[in-house]
């Protein structure tokens, strides 16, 4: 039987493990995001982004009993100790569990810190992707209504490459700027 400091290591290490699981789940699909928007694959970001959502929001009720966990341990272990505060830092807290458990939950942590600072960077670099394309996509559809207004477009005139540039009048061009 397992007494129950070493329960509660357990559970907080497999909260850790399952919080890097599905944060390492939205880095994958952050990076099919990156295909999705280079393939203007619309349906395919529709798809990703309801996902992400509802990893987002596991992730983060499973944060909250993560963090509760430990608050409730230390705030307990602390109520036995004089001159330790409830508020103590994690720093304090992990000196005060064998060095094994510390350094698993340092090691666990840092994973942690790992994959959310890469998931930060390729959702930075997916939006700077979108904004990119979106203005990209304005500028063409505002060129083409700033000439569809005056009529004219420059052609060239007759089959030889010498011939100059010359604006002739054409009919309009009707643009769907929602698609």
Known sequence: MTNPKEEWLERIYSLF???IRLYSEILELEKEKTTAIGKADG??????AKRTYELIVHASEIERVRMNTIQENHSTENSNIEGISSSATLTEFLNRLDRESGYKLKHLGTQ?????HKL????????????TRQDFLKATIDAMRENSKSGEVATYEGESPMNSRTKKKRSSVLVNASA
């Open 112 to 116: 942690l810190k790992d994959v959310v």
């Open 120 to 131: 930060k960077d390729r959702i930075k670099a997916n939006d700077k992707l979108i904004r």
């Open 43 to 48: 349906k395919s970001l529709e798809r990703i």
């Open 17 to 19: 493990e399952e919080e």
